[in-house]
């Protein structure tokens, strides 16, 4: 902190900052002086009594955002965990009570203050924890770079890099030394020695700055119902006469045994700082480039590219609210249910097998790739009343006016920017009786509310989903009744 107690708040200035409350997010709060009065601070995947580094983004009139850069100091609230830490899992040491009661408190004040509902706390159903604390997710990619941030010293230097981008910024690598708690502990412990091998390849590894390098990602699927890993090796096309494919095969077989379901490699030769693009060519070097995973009693097949839930038993916490929701009060067992921003389907598969006949079950989403999964798996699970259409819902809706007033439920899951103004006003002209609305992002959710409640839907119940412990995320469902 500055001697004079004021700080230079401009974009792109270094900032120290202590951490004295929190928002919705995770946005810690800093309040520090400066030549113009007081100023509140926010700073992302922060906890309350840490102090920080961070680089500032945006100046406004009264406020200011930061990226936040390093924790100087600890906060008293925070626990030793034996995992190494991540940039992934910025809450890892903030006792997971705490981030329960901190995402639920944010969430009601976001629909307190975003979606003008004056009592959220009254229609407040349950929190619903992840069943995982630790090693919850299914799928990490790991980031090769020539740039290495070193933990101990806080320093770069030039050498062989496979982990985790370093926080704030793209180009250097954390080195993966052991077992994040997010991931599978075989895969993350053996990390070292895959980077270690392919660093005696004498092969580089990627240097983002110049767009150059040979080993770029390295992917990881897992199943927790056959227990085994489908690993995808990204390189760029250089140097691909001296890499020893055969040998990388033998490495990977030999720590991962009858484990490993399936290896490919893919070619990547964008420069940007994506793992996959659509040029790509992919070669199944080793066994099946599918995985097979289950939810509720439902089969599904997974590629490397497929969109599926990150944390699988959370997930399937979070389709049996959605599905409770929808087939609450349901008393006409030939109502047409819509399922709008469907993705790869498995609520709409999950209300087929459960809703004991409903007549027709429409699937929506503007990914092709995504409904072309869900008629594979509906078809792999034999249900057989649901269609798919891969369309704009907005555009949807507008095509086929013929559903306005037979629509009964609705069930709404779109991305995190939420719906669209026009295809939320269609939605409403559908006129359905109830409608589910499942979010990733309780802001855009609490925003769509304020015309929901308008348009005359009334907030029935709420619940909240842990899927991501140790970050800020949380997931919502809503379910509303037309007055």
């Known amino acids: 902190m500055n001697n004079n107690n004021t700080i230079q708040l401009k974009r792109g200035a270094i900032v120290e900052l202590e951490i004295v409350d929190t928002a919705f997010g995770g946005k810690g709060i800093a309040k520090v002086a400066t030549e113009n009065g007081q100023f509140i601070v926010f700073v992302p995947n922060v906890i309350k009594g840490q102090k920080v580094k961070a680089r500032v983004i945006k100046k406004r009139k009264r406020h200011a955002e930061c990226k936040l850069l390093e924790i100087l100091e600890r906060s008293n609230l925070e626990v030793e965990q034996p995992y190494q830490e991540i940039p992934g899992a910025p809450y890892m040491r903030y006792p997971i009570d705490l981030q329960q009661a901190d995402k639920q408190q944010d969430t009601f004040e976001l629909f307190r203050r975003i979606g003008k509902l004056q009592e959220p706390e009254s229609v407040f159903d349950e ?54 708690g997010l991931f599978d502990p075989l895969i993350e412990n053996n990390l070292k020695t895959i980077r270690a091998w392919c660093e005696a390849s004498g092969l580089p590894a990627w240097c983002p700055p110049r767009a150059e390098g040979f080993y770029r990602y390295l992917g990881v699927r897992k199943s927790f119902y056959t227990n085994t890993f489908l690993i995808e090796l990204v390189t760029f096309d250089s140097h691909l006469d001296a ?163 037979k629509i009964n439920t609705i069930v709404l899951d779109p991305p995190r920017g939420g719906i669209a103004p026009k295809a939320l006003r269609r939605i409403i002209q559908l006129e359905a009786q109830r409608i589910v609305y499942v979010s990733c992002n309780p802001a855009t959710q609490a925003r769509d509310n304020v015309e929901l409640q308008e348009a005359g839907y009334e907030v029935k119940k709420l619940s909240m989903v842990d899927q991501f412990p140790h970050t800020s995320h949380i997931e919502t469902v809503v379910l509303y009744e037309k007055n």
């Open 127 to 180: 929190f619903i924890a992840s069943p995982r604390t630790w090693h919850y997710r299914n799928k990490m990619e790991y980031s090769f770079s020539s740039i290495v941030y070193d933990l101990d010293t806080g320093e770069e230097y030039d050498g062989f890099g496979l982990g985790f981008k370093h926080r704030g910024q793209w180009w250097s690598v954390e080195n993966l030394e052991r077992d994040s």
């Open 243 to 405: 890499f020893d494919l055969e040998g990388f095969t033998a490495l990977i077989s030999n720590l991962f045994g009858d484990q490993l379901g399936g290896f490919l490699h893919s070619i990547n030769n964008s420069t940007g700082d994506r793992s996959h693009d659509v040029n790509m060519k992919t070669s199944v070097i080793k066994g099946d480039p599918l995985l097979k995973e289950r939810l509720l009693d439902l089969d599904f097949e997974i590629s490397m590219r497929s969109f599926f839930q990150p944390n699988p038993a959370s997930a399937e916490k979070l389709y049996n609210k959605a599905v409770a929701y929808a087939l609450e009060g349901k008393t006409n067992p030939d109502e047409v249910i819509m399922d709008l921003f469907c993705g790869t389907g498995t609520i709409g598969q999950i209300l087929s097998k459960k809703s004991d006949g409903a007549s027709e079950i429409i699937g929506v989403d503007i990914v092709e790739s995504a409904i072309a999964n869900a008629k594979k798996n509906a078809g792999l699970n034999q249900l057989s009343n649901l269609t798919f259409y891969a369309a704009d819902v907005n555009k949807f809706l507008y095509n086929y006016p013929q559903y306005r007033g």
